[in-house]
């Protein structure tokens, strides 16, 4: 199939959506806490709700998109999401925003699936670990300038006068005036019936998958979970989102605990700094991705990460304010590399491999409840310590990975394959 153009950008748009809705959790962590009066670990059922839907949601999605197409299961997915969002916008309550998030979590699971396959086909095999770089750079962008409208909504909303602009008006009538960052729901939902919108309008050109790509009945499913190379890069998917999110969504409590950083304000300036130079780290890995075998930077990168991440957790205030941020930049390019190195990593089924690889998003879920659990009972230090466990994993898939297809480099144009498990 020649590259479609069309349907890439429509894809980095919906990575930039995904990214906005998903990934705001961290600095609203203290909020939520302090709302309902929540310990570490009901607070780690947080993510847990969002994250556990990839589990139960991942593989369903590909037998949809392969009974309905991709057009019809993403304005349901955004529907889903619609929905979830105008239900805690509505009635603010903790086991609300548990259903909520578990809404929002199906229709993004069911957009990761429809998205990744397509990527790989409308942008060209050999180009996909770089177009996924894009897009990890693109859902980058989106999650530095969520925190960033969560800092403006909760710090305007207190003040609105009769100068102030219609929808900060409108949000004041809403929004409970003891919860402002509610608000950020109600522009949530507005960004999912948008998308709805887009989607209704706009044709798609029909996209014709090979056989490979199609996602497969159970038996396919059950044949792929019999290999030990679809298990490992399952946990490392597993393990990498775990990392993301376990570190995101617990920077600004962190800050919060042992450095008295106000939440609402530098919290979430670091949060925002930590999507924000995942965004640069994306760009430094589209030149390394071009000069250098996608293992070996997946090793620098996942080795930097270590190192940052003791110095955040063991560092004084401001080394920690640094360093949280800069783990961001060492995870800037995990996702794209793990998740090409995998579906390179077979020559067929690929639909049906990516459902059981977002699958492995539910790290998002159990690692940052764990960290909470210990959190608890240690001290959310010693419950971050937990992140070296998932990021020692990720290290070393850079050195026991044989993908079939490496990725195009200047050295490299046409990749010829490499031996590999299948």
């Known amino acids: 199939m020649k590259r479609n153009y069309l349907i890439v950008a429509l894809i980095f748009l919906i990575f930039f959506v ?72 509505a009635l603010p309550r903790f086991s609300v925003g548990l259903t909520s998030l578990f809404l929002i979590g199906i229709g993004m699971a069911m957009l990761q699936v429809t998205i990744n396959p397509l990527l790989r086909v409308a942008g060209g095999e050999e180009h996909f670990a770089f177009n996924s770089v894009v897009a990890q750079l693109i859902f980058g962008l989106a999650s530095f300038l969520s925190p960033q409208v969560y800092s403006y909504l909760v710090l305007n909303l207190p003040k609105v006068s009769s100068q102030s602009g219609p929808f900060l008006k409108i949000l004041k009538m809403v929004v409970p005036e003891s919860l402002p960052w509610v608000s950020l729901y109600w522009v949530f939902a507005l960004v999912t019936l948008g998308m709805v919108l887009l989607l209704s309008v706009v044709r798609l050109p029909r996209v014709e998958l090979k056989e490979e790509e199609r996602a497969g009945a159970w038996s396919i499913y059950r044949e792929l979970f019999r290999k030990k190379i679809v298990l490992l890069y399952f946990l490392g998917i597993f393990a990498y989102v775990g990392t993301e999110q376990g570190v995101a969504n617990w920077i600004s409590k962190f800050l919060a605990s042992y450095h008295g950083i106000d939440p609402q304000t530098k919290g979430a300036d670091t949060v925002s700094l930590f999507w924000g130079l995942m965004t640069a780290g994306c760009l430094l890995g589209l030149v390394l991705l071009k000069i250098f075998d996608s293992r070996r930077v997946l090793i620098g990168f996942a080795v930097a990460a270590l190192v940052t991440l003791g110095a955040a957790l063991f560092g004084p205030g401001p080394v920690a304010f640094i360093a949280f941020p800069l783990m961001g930049f060492c995870a800037s390019v995990m996702w794209s590399i793990i998740f090409s190195l995998a579906l390179n990593s077979l020559d067929r089924h690929y639909g049906s491999f990516s459902g059981i690889l977002c699958t492995g998003i539910i790290g998002g879920a159990l690692v940052p409840l764990v960290v909470g659990w210990l959190g608890d009972h240690f001290g959310l230090r010693a419950g971050m310590m937990f992140l070296f466990i998932p990021l020692g994993y990720i290290l070393s898939i850079g050195f026991w990975s044989r993908p079939l297809i490496s990725n195009a480099t200047l050295r490299r144009k046409k990749p010829k394959g490499e031996a590999g498990e299948s």
């Open 18 to 89: 995904i990214s906005f809705l998903t990934n705001i959790l961290g600095p609203l962590v203290p909020d939520i806490i302090n709302s309902f009066r929540l310990s570490l670990t009901l607070a780690g059922f947080l993510p847990f709700s969002f994250f556990i839907a990839y589990g139960v949601m991942s593989i369903p999605a590909g037998m949809m998109v392969e009974r309905y197409r991709e057009k019809r299961v993403m304005l349901a997915a955004f529907g889903v999401a619609l929905v979830g969002a105008c239900c805690f916008a």
